[in-house]
């Protein structure tokens, strides 16, 4: 398992019937590969995890791994409410042949920093999977400090961070502090390429469900040096990576995704489709972008190369 590259937060695609609608998770789960992501995050934020049940949990897991676990490692995503909730989930991971987790702070209840630290440990000692740390406060309202990260460096298995405090500077805290203990991947779309500058090994990203090709684009241009190009994609993209930065953004999203084929607007109440003046809006800047779209640069290394930037 190693944590480095794109790592898709996949949204959770669902029939009009509210059941999940696997042929289309698996044409997203195409499209992603296809682009060269490193890894896929399942039961995330944005695959709307407070509304799945286990057994959902359990037929994307085991799909995914059936359908790409020999290319790239399958991420579960654990948010309990509990501590014993989230061993279980963890052990059912292990089960589920998952390649590592994800792990959010405890939810509903806001744990000082004593309480999440032993919350992740507890959690990391019942598993040897990898894990990486969702580090959210903005959304949460938990921030787990260097301190914080510091405890958790006796968990040989806590490998990464998911660094969404919004803070580009953290990662350049994180660097000085633990060198390359923890891998850094940015998990804000609208900062990923900043972050990536500074030393990120990756991007847990959003946008990517609906335009792959590009996200992978960025990506591999900057790693590579090639930051003018990575510069004009990232310029293109940046309205449309605004809409991960909403409390709306699975809605938002998954339209984009209706937009490009990879996804259907469908989701799961208390969420409702978007109406209105604001479903006009939402649309047109992801019209607008798609009609910009041209062909990404022939030395980009990403496996389809017909998706574009302007």
Same mark, same amino acid.
């Given at each position: 398992?190693?944590?480095?590259?794109?790592?898709?937060?996949?949204?959770?695609?669902?029939?009009?019937?509210?059941?999940?609608d696997?042929?289309?998770?698996?044409?997203?789960?195409?499209?992603?590969?296809?682009?060269?992501v490193?890894?896929?995050?399942?039961?995330?934020?944005?695959?709307?995890?407070?509304?799945?049940?286990?057994?959902?949990?359990?037929?994307?897991?085991?799909?995914?791994?059936?359908? /790409?676990? @020999?290319?790239?490692?399958?991420?579960?995503? =654990?948010? #309990?409410?509990?501590?014993?909730?989230?061993?279980?989930? *963890? !052990?059912?991971?292990?089960?589920?042949?998952?390649?590592?987790?994800m792990?959010?702070?405890?939810?509903?209840?806001?744990?000082?920093?004593?309480?999440?630290?032993e919350?992740?440990?507890?959690?990391?000692?019942?598993?040897?999977?990898?894990?990486?740390?969702?580090?959210?406060?903005?959304?949460?309202?938990?921030?787990?400090?260097?301190?914080?990260?510091?405890?958790?460096?006796?968990?040989?298995?806590?490998?990464?961070?998911?660094?969404?405090?919004?803070?580009?500077?953290?990662?350049?805290?994180?660097?000085?502090?633990?060198?390359?203990?923890?891998?850094?991947?940015?998990?804000?779309?609208?900062?990923?390429?900043?972050?990536?500058?500074?030393?990120?090994?990756?991007?847990?990203?959003?946008? /990517?469900? @609906?335009?792959?090709?590009?996200?992978?684009? =960025?990506? #591999?241009?900057?790693?590579?040096?090639?930051?003018?190009? *990575? !510069?004009?994609?990232?310029?293109?993209?940046?309205?449309?990576?605004?809409?991960?930065?909403?409390?709306?953004?699975?809605?938002?999203?998954?339209l984009?995704?209706?937009?490009?084929?990879?996804?259907?607007?469908?989701?799961?109440?208390?969420?409702?489709?978007?109406?209105?003046?604001?479903?006009?809006?939402?649309?047109?800047?992801?019209?607008?972008?798609?009609?910009?779209?041209?062909?990404?640069?022939?030395?980009v290394?990403?496996?389809?190369?017909?998706?574009?930037?302007?």
């Open positions: 398992m190693e944590w480095k590259g794109i790592f898709p937060a996949l949204t959770t695609p669902f029939t009009t019937n509210d059941e999940i696997m042929l289309m998770f698996e044409k997203n789960v195409d499209a992603q590969v296809s682009a060269g490193h890894g896929v995050i399942i039961g995330g934020s944005l695959g709307e995890a407070s509304t799945l049940t286990t057994s959902e949990k359990e037929r994307l897991i085991k799909f995914a791994v059936k359908k /790409v676990g @020999a290319k790239i490692p399958v991420i579960l995503n =654990i948010a #309990e409410a509990s501590t014993r909730d989230a061993v279980q989930q *963890a !052990t059912l991971a292990k089960q589920w042949d998952a390649g590592g987790l792990l959010l702070p405890p939810m509903r209840y806001k744990s000082d920093d004593r309480e999440t630290v919350y992740f440990k507890t959690v990391a000692n019942s598993t040897d999977l990898s894990i990486m740390i969702y580090n959210n406060p903005v959304d949460y309202k938990i921030e787990v400090t260097l301190d914080m990260f510091e405890e958790l460096a006796a968990c040989k298995n806590v490998n990464a961070v998911k660094e969404s405090t919004r803070d580009v500077s953290n990662v350049t805290r994180m660097k000085n502090r633990f060198g390359d203990r923890y891998k850094i991947l940015c998990g804000v779309d609208t900062i990923a390429m900043e972050e990536l500058l500074l030393g990120a090994d990756g991007w847990v990203a959003g946008l /990517v469900n @609906a335009f792959p090709n590009e996200t992978a684009a =960025i990506y #591999e241009l900057v790693k590579s040096g090639k930051i003018e190009e *990575a !510069t004009t994609i990232y310029r293109w993209f940046m309205p449309l990576l605004e809409l991960d930065i909403h409390p709306k953004l699975v809605q938002y999203i998954k984009a995704q209706a937009q490009t084929g990879l996804g259907t607007e469908h989701v799961r109440a208390p969420r409702l489709v978007l109406e209105g003046e604001e479903r006009k809006k939402i649309l047109k800047v992801i019209n607008d972008g798609i009609a910009s779209r041209s062909s990404l640069p022939a030395n290394n990403a496996k389809n190369k017909t998706a574009a930037y302007a």
